[in-house]
């Protein structure tokens, strides 16, 4: 075992004792933060709570180009879980712990390379990723764009990756409407605008009908549209036309998608249109903008990659932080140890060997920086 992978497991058996599970949306500024500030001798640390256990520590040590993002939320755990999920178990290859895989394993390896190098290095670590409320990131940018810097010339996003780089995955949108009908008795004749439920089975088959028409759409190795209805309710009882339904889905369109568009598509896709429709999360495709934006964008973070060492891997379904920084006019992509087949899961584990390089890479990246 290396002494960085030692040191790395050191501060990963710390962060995965500290209960940063979100929901219940309770972490502040104390606790895993008094213990990051405590092992960040040396950077100018920066603290700030937007609410709602949504919490940055921002840190700085020199003038460095590349921003290194991490979340320190986790989900709940389950009650699958074989051992105590808040103290760390070191096997013969892998580390077990809540958070160990998604992703406080790379924010461990980051306080171990702050503390093995002396090279400029900025980090924000930030805990609202798992709440689908993204204020910390939002916050952030806002606050740069307030002061009218653009600090850096690349944000790196740490999520499980497997040690490689992902240039691109979809966005994700999630949304609630509702339909209205009008009471009445179940015996009768009725127009298609009586029942609100009858509208909501009818969308649903229209959304489904649209959704497979997006088969042949392609970006980055990705296809298709990703679509799920959620949560339909609604109606009172069999013998009674149901005066209202609400719908929950969402979706998750390519980069090259127009989710504007879509969204005004599955609003308009029967008659009577939905009284209520509205996105209660949004997140945008990596890389940010337009088809010709976002291919730009898109081979400006293959480029840096490539010159960083870090080997390039394919575009991935799920959503990361890293097309926030990206609408921002970042070049950014994502890269860190574990594996998203672990994240989330009962005994969530990140390999030994994963965490070891991606602490070395980093390492080398903090000292190339200072060369």
């Not at 580390?95 to 400029?120: F, M, P, R, S, Y």
């Not at 429709?277 to 976002?294: I, K, V, Y």
């Amino acid at each position: 075992m290396s002494q960085l992978l030692d040191d790395t497991l050191r501060h990963l058996r710390a962060l995965v004792s500290h209960d940063t599970r979100n929901p219940p949306r309770e972490i502040g500024t104390g606790g895993i933060f008094d213990y990051l500030r405590e092992h960040l001798a040396g950077f100018d640390v920066t603290v700030t709570d937007f609410g709602a256990g949504a919490v940055n520590l921002y840190a700085v040590r020199g003038k460095p180009k590349y921003l290194f993002n991490v979340h320190l939320d986790t989900v709940p755990d389950s009650p699958h879980w074989s051992a105590d999920p808040h103290v760390l178990r070191v096997e013969s290859d892998r580390a077990i712990g809540l958070g160990a895989c998604d992703i406080k394993g790379a924010a461990a390896a980051l306080l171990a390379v702050a503390n093995a190098t002396q090279g400029d290095m900025a980090l924000l670590l930030s805990t609202d990723e798992e709440a689908n409320d993204a204020r910390c990131i939002a916050g952030f940018l806002k606050g740069q764009a307030e002061q009218g810097v653009h600090d850096y010339e690349a944000v790196i996003v740490a999520e499980p990756t497997k040690g490689e780089a992902v240039l691109a995955h979809r966005g994700i949108h999630s949304v609630q409407m509702r339909f209205s009908g009008k009471a009445g008795h179940a015996s009768g004749e009725q127009k298609p605008s009586d029942s609100a439920l009858h509208q909501a089975v009818r969308w649903g088959t229209a959304a489904l009908d649209y959704v497979e028409k997006q088969a042949h759409e392609r970006f980055g190795g990705l296809t298709g549209l990703r679509f799920n209805i959620g949560k339909v309710e609604g109606g009172i009882k069999a013998n009674v036309i149901a005066p209202t339904a609400d719908v929950r889905f969402g979706f998750r369109p390519l980069p090259s998608m127009d989710a504007d568009q879509m969204l005004e598509t599955f609003r308009t896709l029967v008659e009577p249109h939905p009284v209520e429709f509205g996105e209660t999360f949004r997140g945008d495709s990596l890389p940010a903008g337009d088809t010709a934006t976002a291919e730009t964008r898109r081979l400006a973070a293959r480029d840096l990659a490539d010159e960083l060492g870090i080997p390039v891997g394919n575009a991935v379904n799920f959503w990361t932080e890293a097309a926030l920084f990206s609408a921002a006019g970042y070049i950014s992509f994502v890269y860190g140890p574990g594996d998203i087949a672990q994240a989330h899961a009962a005994d969530e584990w990140v390999s030994l060997e994963q965490l070891d390089h991606y602490a070395q890479t980093i390492y080398r990246i903090v000292n190339r920086g200072s060369a």
